[in-house]
C-alpha cells in the first residue's frame, strides 16, 4: 500500500519536473527570438521649414514597425537635392508631396505650383495684420482710393474687395516663427494668385491703399460685395458724378446767295426826221430793218 502511494508521488513529481523543463524552455525560446526587421525609411534628422534644400546631413535611416506612409521614401537619392515645400518636422518620415520635383531647386520659387505666381506686395505691420499672416493663411484683398474720371469725386474715397481667398505663400524675410515662437513682422507679403490675379494686385499696390483682411481658411465661399465710399460712412446718400458734356454739332453755315444782277432798262434811241420836200417823216431808229 505504501510503496503503491510512493511511486505514484515519485512519478508525479518526475511528470511535474518534466512539464516544468519543457515549459521553461518554451518561455527562453520566446524571450531570445528576434524581432522583426520593419520597413526602413527616411526621416527628418531635424525640423525643415519651407524652400529648404535637403542635404544628406538632414536625412536619417529609421525602422519602422508597422505599415509605412504610402508616399514615404526610403531611398537616399530620391531626397538629397530636394527642396521642402511644406515644413517637416525632426524624426518626421519625408513624404514625396512635401519635396519639389528634382531640379526645382530650393527656396520660395520651388514652392510656387504650375500655373500660379508669386506677386510680392509690400505692407507695413497694419497692414500685414501686426504681424499675424503666416504662410499657409488665407486673406481677402481690399483697396482704397478715388476712382478715375474725376479728380474731387462726389463720394469721396472708394474702398472695394479685389481679391477673396489668396493663399499667403510666405511673409516677410522670415518665413517660419522666430526664436520665441511668435509670428514676424509682415513687410512684404508673397501671395499665391493666378496671372490674371497677378495684373490686379500689381496695379492695386501701385494706385490705391492695399490692407489684407485675414479669413478663416475652412471659409472659402467668396462673397459679392458693392463697396463703400465716405459718402456712405457719413449716412449721406452718393450723387452720381454728371455725365460728361458732350460737343455740340457746328452751326451749319449759310451762305447768302449772290443777288443777280440788275439788268439796264433798254434806252431809247431818238427818232429821226426824214424830210421829202415840203413833206416831213419821222421814224423810229431799228425801224424797217
Known amino acids: 500500500m505504501y510503496r503503491r502511494l510512493i511511486f505514484v508521488f515519485i512519478f508525479a513529481v518526475a511528470v511535474a519536473g518534466l512539464s516544468s523543463v519543457v515549459l521553461y524552455q518554451v518561455v527562453i525560446a520566446s524571450v531570445q527570438q528576434p524581432k522583426t526587421s520593419g520597413y526602413k525609411l527616411l526621416v527628418a534628422a531635424r525640423d525643415l521649414g519651407i524652400g ?144 490674371e490675379q497677378a495684373e490686379t494686385l500689381s496695379l492695386a499696390g501701385s494706385e490705391t491703399k492695399v490692407q489684407l483682411v485675414l479669413r478663416n481658411p475652412l471659409d472659402t465661399q467668396e462673397e459679392t460685395t458693392p463697396g463703400t465710399s465716405v459718402a456712405k460712412l457719413f449716412g449721406q446718400p452718393e450723387q452720381a458724378p454728371a455725365p460728361p458734356k458732350t460737343a455740340s454739332a457746328p452751326r451749319p453755315r449759310v451762305v447768302a446767295a449772290p443777288k443777280p444782277a440788275p439788268v439796264p432798262a433798254p434806252v431809247s434811241e431818238p427818232p429821226i426826221e426824214i424830210f421829202s420836200g415840203s413833206k416831213r417823216t419821222v421814224t423810229q431808229q431799228g425801224e424797217g430793218r
Open 52 to 195: 529648404e534644400l535637403i542635404r544628406d546631413v538632414d536625412v536619417k535611416e529609421i525602422i519602422w514597425n508597422g505599415t509605412p506612409p504610402s508616399a514615404a521614401l526610403v531611398k537616399m537619392d530620391a531626397v538629397i537635392g530636394r527642396g521642402a515645400i511644406a515644413p517637416i518636422y525632426a524624426g518626421e518620415p519625408i513624404l514625396e508631396g512635401r519635396l519639389a520635383p528634382r531640379g526645382a531647386g530650393a527656396g520660395l520659387a520651388a514652392t510656387i505650383p504650375v500655373g500660379k505666381r508669386a506677386v510680392a506686395l509690400r505692407v507695413n505691420e497694419v497692414v500685414g495684420l501686426a504681424g499675424f499672416v503666416m504662410p499657409g493663411m488665407r486673406v481677402d484683398v481690399l483697396v482704397a482710393g478715388n476712382a478715375p474720371g474725376s479728380s474731387t469725386p462726389l463720394s469721396g474715397t472708394l474702398s472695394r474687395t479685389v481679391l477673396q481667398n489668396i493663399e499667403v505663400l510666405s511673409a516677410g524675410q522670415n518665413i517660419e516663427k522666430n526664436v520665441n515662437g511668435k509670428p514676424e513682422a509682415a513687410q512684404v507679403v508673397n501671395l499665391l494668385v493666378t496671372p
